[in-house]
């Protein structure tokens, strides 16, 4: 068996990397172990219940989720990061609603760039080059668990990590290192007697406390689904464009954002409302062509969701408005070269009018069979 690597002490103050840390732009900074612990076993049973879905990557990372040495080597402690990224609600001008995480830059650009200058200067400092690892997101670590066990917020119902001062609104991030920091204390707080999400989630995508099933959460279904959105779930996604945030709206521990106090130009610029979420139309983003999609949503969050993902919803929350004025541009969608804008453009039509001759139009000529059977759903509500 190879030699475990030789124990580190800290070469700095473990308060000298916090204070480090909040100047490098975080607001909250915790120290806690750099694996999962008994949330680990949560994780197990979440992906052998099948509720990933088609997020085959959490799976394939699950070892190393569970086990940060087989990531990292030699990794003890995590320094656990959160930015507060709390403000008013984003939506398209007329209508189509945007999680407030997606609504600014791309926080997986501006957020690890903040990761990685903390890391060099923490290096500076004195802490070993190359003994710590991190980013935000897109790593192979439970980042709820390690910021739960670095203190920086308690687990919440909604499986949001709460800050008892800051609140659900936080992007996390960390830094695992191969120092021996000293653990932080929990959070303070709890969700009490509140069952305000789980009553609130539109798609009863929180099966239990602490529970989500990703595959009927909204933001999955917007973001992550790649082809169809089921049927069942269409109608429920009312304005939602790109993610939800009703878990966190309806959430009581909202009101301690600071950040969501900041509006206007006082909110920073990487916070700023995308030009996009500024001035498109959903009819802009159902008729958003290969060209735009490579020159406007480069840098955003959305562009996760796919050019044909972004189509598809923009047509059901179109759907869902209910607005006449929306058809012709879904009519022209019924002629897509992508049969997914549309079956999700006929299923559109077929809330809005039901007895639009087009349905019948594109029936007679459609030749992919689940196109065929939206529209024959579209035109059985001809009789309701
Ligand atoms: C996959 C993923 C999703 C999936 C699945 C979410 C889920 N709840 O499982 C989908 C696409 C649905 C999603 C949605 C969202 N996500 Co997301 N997501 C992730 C990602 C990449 C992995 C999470 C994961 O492994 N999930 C598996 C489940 C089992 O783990 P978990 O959600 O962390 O659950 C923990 C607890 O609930 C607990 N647990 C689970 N089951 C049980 C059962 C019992 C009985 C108990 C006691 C505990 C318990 O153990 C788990 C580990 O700590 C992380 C980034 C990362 N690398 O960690 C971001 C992350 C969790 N997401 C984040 C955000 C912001 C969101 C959204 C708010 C985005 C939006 N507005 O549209 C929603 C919130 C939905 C919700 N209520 O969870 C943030 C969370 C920040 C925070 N304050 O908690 C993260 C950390 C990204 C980041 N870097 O900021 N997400
Ligand atoms: S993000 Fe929306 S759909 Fe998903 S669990 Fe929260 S309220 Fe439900
Ligand atoms: S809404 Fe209530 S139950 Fe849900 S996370 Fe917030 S405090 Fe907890």
């Not at 022209?332 to 809330?351: K, Q, T, Y």
Request: proline share 8%.
């Amino acid at each position: 068996m190879a030699e475990p690597p030789p124990r580190r002490t800290t070469p700095i103050a473990a308060e000298t990397v916090r204070s480090i840390a909040i100047d490098a732009g975080f607001d909250l900074v915790g120290f806690g172990p750099a694996d999962p612990g008994e949330h680990g076993q949560h994780f197990v049973r979440w992906l052998a219940a099948g509720r990933h879905g088609s997020m085959h990557y959490l799976e394939a990372n699950r070892d190393r989720a569970l086990d940060p040495t087989r990531w990292r080597p030699g990794v003890r402690s995590a320094i656990a990061l959160a930015v507060d990224y709390g403000g008013p609600p984003a939506a398209l001008p007329g209508g189509g609603r945007i999680a407030r995480y997606a609504a600014g830059r791309d926080y997986h650009r501006w957020l690890r760039e903040r990761v990685f200058a903390l890391r060099e200067r923490l290096e500076a400092a004195g802490v070993p080059y190359g003994s710590m690892n991190g980013g935000t997101d897109a790593v192979p670590v439970l980042e709820r668990a390690l910021a739960v066990r670095a203190g920086i917020g308690f687990l919440a119902k909604s499986a949001m990590v709460i800050s008892p001062t800051h609140g659900p609104y936080l992007q996390l991030a960390e830094l695992l290192t191969g120092l021996d920091l000293p653990t932080d204390a929990p959070a303070a707080g709890s969700c009490g007697t509140c069952t305000a999400c789980l009553d609130a989630c539109p798609t009863t995508a929180i099966t239990a406390p602490f529970q989500v099933d990703a595959r009927r959460c909204l933001s999955y279904t917007t973001i992550e689904l790649r082809g169809s959105i089921p049927e069942p779930l269409r109608a429920p996604q009312g304005e939602w464009l790109f993610g939800c945030d009703v878990c966190l709206e309806v959430c009581p521990f909202t009101r301690r954002s600071a950040r969501s106090r900041d509006v206007g130009a006082a909110r920073p610029p990487v916070l700023q409302p995308h030009r996009i979420v500024e001035t498109w139309s959903l009819v802009d983003v159902l008729e958003l062509t290969p060209e735009r999609y490579e020159a406007e949503f480069t840098g955003t969050a959305m562009r996760r969701a796919t050019r044909s993902g972004l189509r598809r919803n923009a047509a059901v929350v179109l759907g869902n408005r209910g607005d006449d004025a929306a058809l012709p541009a879904l009519v022209r969608a019924l002629a897509d070269r992508d049969p997914i804008v549309r079956g999700h453009a006929a299923w559109a039509i077929g809330r809005i009018d039901a007895r639009h001759p087009a349905l019948a139009r594109a029936r007679a000529t459609e030749d992919d069979a689940e196109v065929r059977a939206e529209l024959d759903a579209a035109l059985a509500r001809r009789g309701e």
